[in-house]
């Protein structure tokens, strides 16, 4: 199945969610009809991001707010301090019921319907029509039906892990989920990502006497050594057993018996739907509309069902289930969060070749108070990991963009390590050292060699292909029969930012 993609050329001077600039927003677009998951792979390995079918891509040199891609390497991911106090407040909630007191902040929303078109719910629906399958030729139409109907294959069994499951194997049901976090962001700068994290006074001073009593000691006669009037267990005499623990460790820890709560996380294909998607459908939605309405302010009347599905529910990427892909297959999935048989949260994931994609996450506010955008992003960071035992070369968690020109938005860099996309040469650099260059200028090129270029640069776009009046061409066949310069100028602007690869093997719709 090839891709079949609808380009739609530059969008600029609209409002912007994150600075709130009237007209400063610029970006690149194309409704993509349909599309392989080793295209949207290479498309985001270009900057690119898809919301329902619409497929975009900021012009970083132009725009307000540079959203530059992030992504984690989950096999090296250790969770930080704050990352453990939101998995033992989860671990504390199931156990025992305790709910935390005080306000619970979570991580700022980053609502990737606000990224691609700024919450415009009319200009995506306005698309969907002009973009629908029916403008594409019968021929086409017809071919993707048949084709479909014939790979028909038998749905996969539904992945449910429960919290207590500890053992248990994440292939066999956890997924994860997106660093899209929530709740109504508090004003501030952020995180000083290039300074260590805070510590408490205790634990420095807890620091200094052991570094005392080293020097003290130098021979090291007593590893275990004790402090004068302190238990022995605040120093324990095996450094085997004082290794941190792992992020499944923390997060599948066991449950008493009794315990108040249970969790369930299960995995559910959403295109196609699967059976399990379309039985949970209507109460997913009331989860998303509960979420709108409190978190986003929005009216009790939006968004309707139809938006719910076309922004969430609807995806461009063919499900593909190769035998040395992970056992759920590739394609878009929702992660849902069952506490007590009722959903509480819904984390939007892509599951791609090399990565586990975040796209979005709406959760039930009632539970704003166990964070669920930090929780739900390292469960998803152990669905990586997990994968990756079956699928090797899937080692990676995308999350979106970072964008360090809002403070609020610079909480993704610390799910260390990552690292960010050049916006020139579309390679990867630790995101330690992007940092200083993002300090001077919103807009940098992080790939230090000047001499370096995009590897896949659009060097014969002759070769991109067309499909047009029920043929597929190259364009170097199709631009003769055309006479207006502005289509040439199109499809060379398409080429350059889809690069060359994409560009020859996803067929470029021209009406």
Not at 385 to 391: I, S, W
Not at 401 to 412: L, T
Request: overall charge neutral.
């Amino acid at each position: 199945m090839a891709s079949v993609v609808e380009y739609k050329g530059l969008r600029a001077g609209y409002h912007c969610g994150y600075c709130d600039s009237k007209e400063g927003k610029a970006s690149c677009g194309m409704w993509a009809h349909s599309m392989t998951v080793q295209d949207y792979q290479d498309l985001i390995d270009r900057g690119w991001r898809r919301s329902g079918k619409y497929v975009y891509k900021p012009v970083m040199n132009q725009t307000c707010c540079p959203q530059y891609t992030i992504r984690c390497r989950p096999l090296q991911f250790q969770p930080s301090k704050s990352h453990k106090k939101v998995l033992k407040k989860m671990l504390k909630f199931l156990a025992k019921g305790e709910i935390p007191k005080g306000s619970c902040n979570d991580e700022p929303m980053d609502s990737t319907v606000d990224d691609a078109v700024t919450g415009d719910f009319a200009l995506i629906n306005k698309l969907d029509i002009q973009c629908d399958l029916k403008t594409l030729s019968d021929d086409l139409k017809e071919s993707l039906e048949s084709e479909g109907k014939n790979s028909k294959k038998e749905e996969p069994h539904e992945l449910l892990q429960s919290q207590d499951f500890v053992g248990e194997k994440l292939d066999s049901g956890e997924p994860s989920h997106s660093v899209k976090v929530h709740t109504v962001p508090k004003p501030g700068k952020g995180a000083d990502l290039s300074k260590p994290p805070c510590r408490k006074a205790k634990e420095i001073r807890k620091e200094r006497k052991r570094l005392k009593l080293m020097q003290q000691n130098p021979a090291g006669e007593h590893e275990g050594f004790q402090a004068q009037g302190q238990p022995p267990s605040l120093f324990p005499a095996k450094a085997k057993s004082n290794q941190p623990k792992s992020l499944e460790d923390l997060i599948f820890e066991s449950l008493p018996e009794d315990a108040s709560h249970k969790l369930e996380v299960r995995v559910v294909r959403s295109s196609p739907p699967s059976s399990q998607f379309k039985a949970t459908l209507l109460e997913s939605y009331q989860v998303y509309k509960r979420y709108q309405m409190v978190i986003h302010k929005n009216s009790p009347d939006t968004p309707t069902e139809s938006q719910f599905t076309r922004f969430l529910c609807t995806s461009p990427l063919e499900a593909e289930t190769p035998p040395n892909g992970p056992d759920c297959g590739y394609g878009s999935f929702h992660q849902q969060y069952w506490l007590d048989g009722k959903i509480i949260a819904v984390g939007v994931i892509d599951i791609l070749p090399n990565c586990v994609s975040s796209v979005y996450l709406y959760y039930d506010p009632d539970y704003s108070f166990l964070s669920l955008g930090v929780y739900s992003a390292l469960r998803e960071i152990a669905f990586t990991r997990q994968l990756h035992e079956k699928t090797s070369q899937l080692s990676y968690y995308y999350m979106g963009f970072y964008i360090h020109s809002c403070p609020k938005m610079r909480y993704k860099g610390q799910y260390r390590p990552s690292d960010l996309l050049c916006p020139e040469t579309y390679v990867w650099v630790p995101i330690e050292q992007c940092l200083p260059s993002l300090e001077n200028s919103k807009y940098c090129r992080f790939n230090q060699d000047p001499e370096a270029v995009d590897e896949d640069r659009s060097t014969e776009p002759d070769r991109v292909q067309v499909f047009h009046k029920r043929a597929i061409m190259p364009y170097g066949v199709y631009k003769k029969h055309q006479k207006d310069p502005s289509e040439e100028a199109a499809v060379l602007q398409y080429a350059s930012l889809v690069g060359q690869k994409c560009s020859e093997r996803m067929l470029l719709f021209r009406n």
